[in-house]
Nanobody, 129 residues
Framework: GAARGAGGGLVQTGGSLRLSCTTS????????IAWFRQPPGKGREGISC????????YYEDSVKGRFTISSDNAKNLVYLQMNGLQVEDTGVYYC???????????????????????WGKGILVTVSA
């Protein structure tokens, strides 16, 4: 896909990891950059989104207060800083690029693409007890 995610790995409960997302094919301006995850045996779920130009952010309750999405505009990068990781955060994480982020109270668009146009490859995040 056009988006490239990086980071991930193995960490103990309470630890931190940072994921990054970028692309060399276009600038993130005017897009919504999102992070999704798929826990083992479960479906994919959107967890956070950044409206790149405006800087507005969106978080699901499951990660609010622990995860922070941010950007480095000079480098066309979006980060997901994950603190206070728990076993239930284990899964394959994906960055995705779409026209916009979910509006508060509206939620994500429907699967399988959730309104996203470009997807990065999965990044494995494993949190051990």
């Amino acid at each position: 896909g056009a988006a490239r995610g990086a980071g991930g790995g193995l960490v103990q409960t309470g630890g931190s990891l940072r994921l990054s997302c970028t692309t060399s094919e276009f600038t993130f301006d005017d897009y919504g950059i999102a992070w999704f995850r798929q826990p083992p045996g479960k479906g994919r779920e959107g967890i956070s989104c950044l409206t790149y130009t405006e800087g507005t952010t969106y978080y699901e309750d499951s990660v609010k207060g622990r995860f922070t999405i941010s950007s480095d505009n000079a480098k066309n990068l979006v980060y997901l800083q994950m603190n206070g990781l728990q076993v239930e955060d284990t899964g394959v994480y994906y960055c995705a690029v779409g026209a916009r982020c979910p509006r508060p109270g509206s939620g994500w668009s429907r699967p399988p693409l959730y309104g996203m146009n470009y997807w990065g490859k999965g990044i494995l995040v494993t949190v051990s007890a």
